[in-house]
């Protein structure tokens, strides 16, 4: 089929997924015990009445189907609801949350990705020796090692050892605090040519991102040198150096190209474990992006603000699918029949 | 091939050196010529969960900057009880108090200002208090025995009440009772005032970025001119503990405000670049035993007296608290008033004594029961609280089981009485015994409904308390009201959750200990070392 | 190459899960108390702790030990759930097809796109905790990949003419797809398996950390150094360290086996490689 039809079928296809998941994340959060209204009034005194007045300004004396009809038209027109913990529209907060954790796993990307590429590349060129071995052993090992328990460890070492790095949080407090255009701190520091600012968020950065992009890394290692050895046993790389191609061309040139696809392919599906590292990474350092927006939402049994968590990670992933089969397509044409 | 990679061997040292040069400027930056008024940074772990409005919220972050920003008509002046007594702050004197009880005339200081410029008088006392109505706040209820306020004159307003309250001069001293700007919130409308609120305080809301700090400078037209701070503050959250301590050590804040986490003590009271001051904050931590739970063994009165002999205070504190919280050797905390000794009866631990009872009860075999907590919200130690009451419990043969669930499940159960054994929290609101005494004593009170609390002679108790201004009468109507609690064995005290304040002792000065939550920030002061 | 590298990691791998099973039925025959206070709080590794005592003064050596059983459990009984419930409906869905094929696997790759942790920590929070319960919250996020693995297998050899000939001589659909036709699936599926014996005790111990797992006093590796992480900055390294140390271990274990094995059905299967 034309390119445009598989675009705009794809397109369509992301619709209905979406619903799927916001009734999905709305029947838990409704069919499942536990009392919101009790949540927010926590320890408190408050009198019945104002009980009562609570559930109703949230809706939930409605039945059930009401306030999903409510809850999705309301998202159609991009209303998110409102918190009743944080007292805003929860749109606000995830606006408020979603540049920290857009910062923290854009970097550990760019770690991640030319690293796991390039070292499992290397491995499967040298596949059996030595040192394919070692690089294999490592990623694995980095692998089994929670996302959490390695962050908490350089933590350790740099106490240990007191290392001048920050070991939580985004920005240290004596820095001037810059404009938050965007609130991407690096982009902020940029743009308000503050060059102290600048290289303290990047230091805030180091032990995070360390963190996030090695674990990423590690099963990017695998990936590409499983693809690169596949493709480096098919017939075509075996004809093109019986051609006499030297080495390093038939690789940059047959080998490489092929192998990439899948492996940027698999990278994208990777949007989904790369936010659930960052929803940990945040909690170990502290940062205030969308996971510790989430975990807090949950502990308060604050509804709209938890489904519009949700519902924002899951637009996310989507949007990264979404673009991974697109581009997939545009160069496989294969895949579009 | 080639010319690429000379572009991208260039592009690589370009950045290497913009890099390399900018940490050089970082790290040999002499440092910026200090501004006329120096920052203090105070780190703390209290978030801000709502909005600043000191009408809409009392979680306790907004309680204590809002403390700052708006004047009460009382305040608890800083120093350790008991010489912190009740003193008039935006109001002039203390008030007139009808014969009946139900009429307050308070006069009101003139010349002061809200920190926007406008006048500060009786209309906007009035508007202050009437908005509260309308905001159907969570802490409104704390001023639920006023029905309706009077202008009398530009600087006098009465309090008509719905019953005496003798309790409502202590209730003034909160933030909710704070005036505020009414031309401001005009102004700005609701949602940007809430977002930094106008009042009368030494300090005034610069700025908020939620989750991570807020800025209050000082306020220079202040009416009391002693009390104009020297710092900007830059109150600045950390997620938790470990990296409050962390930033505290490295020199990331000048102080730290709550919550240092208990295993922290230590290392920072060695420390010698930290000083510290206490402040005992009125909070404890307990138990409550559901006194009417039908089918269960609590139901007998010397089945939760056995329970009380099992709890080992001292231990608790060791273990739990690693003996930074002090036991509790009283009933419930009553804020402003001399404990009685009525607990003493429970003393000292007596496990032999507590098999006597269940014995004699009728349960020679030890009893099951469930005790309830959650884990986070009420602070990190309840898991532990938790196991440790259950291995001081099973020494006697009571078998306990622990359920642990979130706060919506646990404030659920809590509230409507559906539990057998709980952990919490006591925190009184503020300066008088019936802050407490009500809530816990009183058969209408919230927590006397959670504990299944019904006895006459507490009720009556309670409203004599209230009823009476003179000091000496209220002095023997709560003792007796701890008595009587004793007897009833419901509440279950552990430890007093004293907070100590610690500062850079190089740089920081003017931190004063201080009592029950008020915090008094306006005399920090911050020189360059 | 291969088979030799994959038999040497099943190896070892297996020999490591051993280890930790055995140190686990050591803790529990030789009576190590998890639960018993003692006066010596957050005190460092010695002869008498070998791994430090955490911040009630408990052992963590017996913690530790004993928690294996916890995280262990739990693993299996969410890998047990999402592979029984992804295999069936995978099965019942690809061998019938049609519509209904096409709603699940919508259905399916939608739940793709929801992270499993936040899956796993919104079910926790909400059911409360609990071996079957966390297993459960675990699970749900794993059942898409059992469900696609298993209808593709299902879906490739549904035309072929065994199946056929099969079915022509009356065998019974349940006969038939769970017969003869999911055999063919068996491989796959143990080296998922194996592999999501990993991945659940990372993610057991997630939730613990997140303080979401199983309930206090539980010796859970999760729970234990998330609560340790709190002593960090007071120079106490052993809380996290240690329970840390058991994750990072019993993962490998697995994962080496769950590897080698899938290298080794890889390798020996007749199948088009698949790349991912």
Redesign the interface.
């Known amino acids: 089929m034309k390119l445009r039809t598989f675009i705009l079928l794809r397109l369509l296809l992301t619709i209905p997924m979406i619903l799927i998941l916001v009734t999905v994340v709305f029947g838990i959060m409704r069919v499942l015990p536990g009392d919101p209204v009790a949540a927010v009034m926590g320890s408190k005194q408050g009198s019945e009445q104002q009980i009562e007045l609570l559930r109703h300004e949230l809706g939930l004396d409605k039945p059930l189907y009401l306030q999903y009809l409510d809850y999705v038209g309301n998202l159609l027109r991009g209303d998110f609801g409102y918190s009743m913990v944080r007292q805003r529209p929860v749109a606000s907060e995830l606006a408020d949350h979603l540049p920290a954790t857009i910062e923290l796993t854009f970097w550990s990307m760019l770690l991640a990705i030319p690293l796991g590429i390039y070292s499992g590349v290397f491995a499967a060129r040298k596949a059996g020796s030595k040192i394919d071995a070692s690089i294999r052993i490592g990623a694995l090992v980095r692998w089994c090692i929670p996302v959490f328990w390695f962050g908490l460890i350089l933590q350790i070492l740099v106490v240990q050892y007191g290392l001048p790095l920050p070991v939580s949080g985004q920005a240290s407090p004596q820095i001037a605090t810059v404009a938050h255009v965007t609130g991407l701190y690096v982009v902020d520091a940029i743009l308000a040519g503050d060059a102290r600012a600048l290289v303290d968020s990047f230091l805030h950065l180091a032990l995070p991102v360390v963190t996030l992009g090695t674990t990423m890394a590690a099963s990017l290692t695998k990936i590409a040198r499983t693809n690169v050895v596949d493709v480096l046993g098919e017939e075509y790389i075996k004809v093109a150096s019986l051609k006499g191609c030297p080495d390093e061309q038939v690789f940059q040139k047959h080998a490489l190209p092929n192998a990439l696809i899948p492996i940027l392919t698999y990278t994208g599906l990777q949007v989904a474990i790369l936010l659930q590292g960052a929803i940990l990474t945040e909690t170990v350092f502290a940062w205030s992006g969308l996971g510790r927006l989430l975990i807090f939402s949950v502990g308060f049994r604050d509804f709209n603000l938890i489904q519009g968590c949700v519902v924002l990670f899951a637009l996310v992933v989507s949007l990264a699918n979404l673009i991974v089969d697109i581009s997939y397509a545009i160069v496989d044409p294969r895949v579009r029949l | ?1 080639k010319m690429k990679r000379t572009y991208a061997a260039i592009a690589a040292i370009v950045i290497i050196a913009i ?1 390399a040069i ?2 050089g ?2 790290y040999y ?1 002499p440092k910026p010529t200090p501004k006329e008024i120096p920052t203090l ?1 105070l ?1 703390t772990t209290l978030d801000v ?3 600043l409005d000191p009408g ?3 979680m306790v972050g907004m309680l204590d900057t809002n403390n700052v920003v708006f004047d009460p008509l009382y305040e608890v002046p800083p120093g350790i009880y008991p010489d912190a007594r009740l003193a008039p702050r935006l109001a002039a004197s203390d008030p007139v108090v009808s014969p009946d009880g139900l009429h307050w005339t308070i006069a009101l200081r003139q010349g002061v200002k809200f920190q926007d410029g406008t006048a500060f008088n009786a209309t906007a006392v009035k508007f202050s208090f009437d908005r509260l109505k309308d905001l ?1 706040s ?1 802490s409104a ?1 704390l001023l ?1 025995s006023i029905d309706s306020v009077d202008v009398v004159d530009l600087y006098t307003v009465r309090l008509n009440l719905k019953y005496p309250n003798a309790a409502l001069k202590g209730a003034l001293t909160m933030p909710v009772a704070g005036p505020v700007s009414p031309s401001a919130v005009q102004r700005m409308g609701l ?1 940007k005032f ?1 977002q930094l609120p106008v009042g009368t305080g030494p300090f005034k809301y610069v ?1 908020w ?5 807020i800025t209050l400078a000082p306020f220079e037209d202040y009416w009391n001119q002693s009390r104009v701070p020297k710092v900007t503050l ?1 109150y ?1 959250i ?6 409050l ?3 505290l ?1 490295k020199g ?2 000048d102080t730290a405000w709550d919550y240092i ?1 208990i ?2 003590y ?2 920072l009271l060695a420390d010698p670049n930290l000083k510290y001051a206490i402040a005992a904050e009125g909070y404890h931590t307990w138990m409550t035993l559901n006194m009417n739970l039908p089918g269960s063994p609590l139901l007998d009165a010397r089945v939760r007296q056995a329970i009380i002999f099992c709890i080992d205070q001292k231990e608790i504190s ?3 608290y ?1 003996g930074v919280y002090p036991p509790s050797e009283e009933t419930p905390f009553l804020p402003g008033f001399d404990p009685k000794p009525s607990w003493l009866r429970y003393k000292p631990t007596d496990i032999a004594k507590a098999k006597e009872l269940l014995t004699a009860a009728g349960d020679p075999n030890g009893i099951d029961v469930t005790l309830w907590f959650t ?4 602070g ?1 130690e309840m ?2 609280l ?3 009451v ?2 001081q419990l099973g020494r006697a043969g009571i078998r306990v089981t ?8 646990f ?2 159960q809590f ?1 409507a009485g559906e539990y057998e054994m709980a952990l ?2 006591m ?1 009184p ?1 503020y300066l008088d015994p019936d802050s407490v005494a009500y ?1 816990i004593a009183n058969s209408h009170g ?1 927590y006397s409904k959670r504990v299944r609390l019904n006895d006459t002679l507490l009720d009556q108790l309670t409203l004599q308390g209230v009823a009476t201004t003179d000091p000496a009468q209220r002095e023997k109507i709560y003792g007796d009201l701890q008595d009587r609690l004793a007897d009833l064995a419901v509440y279950v005290p552990f430890v007093h959750q004293n907070n100590y304040w610690f500062y850079k002792a190089s740089t920081v000065s003017g931190v004063l200990s201080y009592y029950f939550q008020y915090s008094p920030w306006w005399t920090l002061e911050k020189k360059t070392p | 190459m291969w088979p030799k590298s994959s038999r040497s990691m099943v190896t070892a791998g297996t020999i490591i899960v051993v280890i930790i099973l055995t140190l686990d039925a050591y803790s529990h025959l030789v009576g190590l108390d998890p639960l018993q206070t003692t006066f010596q709080v957050l005190s460092p590794p010695a002869l008498d702790h070998v791994m430090g005592t955490d911040q009630l003064g408990r052992d963590i050596f017996s913690r530790v030990s004993f928690g294996t059983t916890f995280s262990l459990l739990v693993a299996f009984v969410s890998v047990i759930i999402s592979v029984g419930t992804g295999s069936i409906i995978g099965a019942l869905s690809g061998f019938f097809g049609g519509k209904i094929d096409q709603a699940t696997s919508l259905l399916f790759d939608a739940l793709y796109a929801l992270p499993a942790l936040v899956i796993a920590i919104l079910i926790a929070a909400m059911i409360g905790t609990g071996i079957v319960n966390t297993g459960l919250a675990i699970a749900i996020g794993y059942i898409p990949q059992y469900f696609r693995i298993v209808r593709g297998i299902i879906f490739s050899i549904k035309e072929r003419p065994f199946i056929e000939s099969t079915r022509a001589i009356g065998a019974g659909y349940g006969n038939l797809i769970f017969r003869h036709m999911m055999p063919y699936a068996i491989p796959s599926i143990i080296a998922l398996m194996t592999l999501n014996m990993g991945s659940a005790i990372v993610d057991v111990s997630g939730l613990g950390f997140l303080g979401l797992g199983l309930p206090p006093p539980t010796p859970e590796w999760g729970t234990d150094l998330g609560r340790g992480r709190d002593f960090i900055t007071a120079g106490v390294w052993w809380t996290s360290t240690f329970p840390g140390l058991m994750i990072v271990i019993s993962v490998l274990g697995f994962t080496l086996v769950g590897e080698g094995l899938d290298e080794i059905f890889r390798a020996t299967s007749t199948r088009k490689k698949e790349t991912f």
């Not at chain 2, 884990?375 to 009420?378: D, E, I, K, T």
Request: glycine share 6%.
């Open positions: 091939m890099i900018s940490v400027y970082y930056n940074v780190g969960t709502v909005n809409q919220d009392y159907k969570y209820w639920e949602e809430q700025e970025k939620k989750g991570d700090h830059f600045k950390y997620s938790d503990s470990a990296t301590k962390l930033a050590e990331e804040i986490a295993s922290d230590p290392t060791e273990k739990v690693h884990p986070v919200a009420l990190k898991p532990d938790a196991a440790l259950q291995e622990l359920k642990s669930t979130e706060q919506g499940t404030f659920q509230r919490g929290i925190s609101d809530f919230s």
